[in-house]
């Protein structure tokens, strides 16, 4: 199983990315993936996750809205839509899948991680 993100970059604050993560393998594409993001010296944090079928998305606090996490299995994709974007967003961000039906808030809870992708928002 491998994941590969994209979609990083340099935006100001206020402006919008997209990242995306496309998965090798058929069973990954139904596997229950997330995006957790990580500053350095930082535990990597929760993002959004989102359920093998895409009809349940969960989101930590901090995203208040700003943020749109979904899926095309058919494309073995998930994407996470960034919007409003703040500069302590700043961050390495990873997608990562799990074979557990439920949707986890820790690292611990996924198998598979991506290599990350660089989020720089400037004020």
């Known amino acids: 199983v491998q994941l590969q993100a994209s979609g990083g970059g340099l935006v100001e604050a206020g402006g919008s990315l997209r990242l995306s993560c496309v998965g090798s393998?058929?069973?990954?594409?139904?596997?229950?993936k997330a995006w957790f993001r990580q500053i350095p010296g930082n535990e990597r944090e929760f993002v959004a996750g989102?359920?093998?079928?895409?009809?349940?998305?969960h989101y930590a606090d901090f995203v208040e809205g700003r943020f749109t996490i979904s899926r095309d299995n058919a494309e073995n994709t998930v994407w996470l839509q960034m919007n409003n974007l703040k500069p302590e967003d700043t961050a390495v961000y990873y997608c990562?899948?799990?074979?557990?039906?439920?949707?986890?808030?820790?690292?611990?809870?996924?198998?598979?991680w991506g290599q990350g992708t660089l989020v720089t928002v400037s004020s």
């Open positions: 990562a899948a799990t074979r557990e039906f439920n949707i986890g808030y820790s690292s611990a809870d996924y198998t598979y």
């Open positions: 393998g058929r069973t990954v594409s139904m596997y229950t």
């Open positions: 989102i359920s093998g079928h895409g009809r349940t998305t």
